[in-house]
């Protein structure tokens, strides 16, 4: 069984600039979950995305968006970067909208000079 | 808004002393997680639990959602047991709200 994978593990912009981040879900879910955690912080909920559309996101801007592909992985795509915008994105995926138990990947640290 | 509060927000012991960590949340939970985030920041299922009791190992869980709190237990604990722990719980919101974390250090 493959595990939540995510890509790329290290990244540096600068502000102004675009990132995109990629996420393989776990064998058999189909639902992604995308959470930043500021340094010293617990992770926030950004979004969710379940059968390509996206269910519920949490208070960020909409200069944060996602996709999630017909085969369940998925994509966090972050416009006008800001300095406040360096941290670890963490993806998880579940199974079901339900939330259910998730699984998370290793994250991808964004460093935003 | 819901919180998810977790004490104590530091814990230092040595190697083979047993701990409890406790999450209050504020709200009826659909499901609670507990989460190791490792050195290199990812988050490790400990326990799925959204009532009653379960363990692995040297750890174990308790939950008791009518009185909206969990806790965790580490007993022997190791120098690989260091870490952050989270509590995250689901609302009926469809999302996890994570606590503010305990970080653990065991020193050998």
């Known amino acids: 069984e493959t595990g939540v994978t995510q890509s790329p593990t290290h990244l540096i912009k600068t502000r102004g600039q675009q990132v995109t981040l990629r996420c393989s879900s776990q064998?058999?879910?189909?639902?992604v979950s995308w959470y930043q955690q500021a340094l010293g912080q617990g992770p926030q909920f950004i979004f969710q995305?379940?059968?390509?559309?996206?269910?519920g996101r949490g208070n960020f801007p909409p200069r944060f968006s996602g996709l999630q592909f017909p085969n369940y992985s998925s994509e966090l795509n972050v416009n006008a970067l800001e300095l406040d915008d360096s941290a670890l994105y963490l993806c998880?995926?579940?199974?079901?909208?339900?939330?259910?138990?998730?699984?998370f990947g290793e994250g991808s640290r964004l460093t935003v000079l | 808004g819901i919180q998810v509060e977790q004490s104590p927000p530091d814990l230092i012991l040595q190697e083979g002393a047993n701990s409890t960590l406790r999450c209050n949340f504020s709200?009826?939970?659909?499901?609670l997680q507990w989460f190791h985030q490792n050195p290199w920041g990812q988050l490790i299922n400990l326990f799925y639990?959204?009532?009653g009791t379960k363990q692995n190992g040297r750890l174990s869980a308790t939950t008791v959602a009518t009185e909206r709190y969990s806790l965790l237990y580490i007993s022997s604990s190791q120098t690989t047991d260091s870490g952050v722990y989270f509590c995250?719980?689901?609302?009926?919101?469809?999302?996890?709200?994570f606590g503010t974390g305990t970080r653990l250090t065991i020193i050998p």
């Open positions: 064998s058999g879910h189909n639902t």
């Open positions: 995305y379940y059968r390509e559309e996206e269910n």
């Open positions: 995250a719980g689901d609302f009926g919101n469809e999302k996890l709200t």
């Open positions: 998880a995926s579940s199974t079901g909208l339900n939330t259910g138990e998730l699984f």
């Open positions: 639990i959204p009532s």
């Open positions: 709200d009826s939970v659909n499901n």
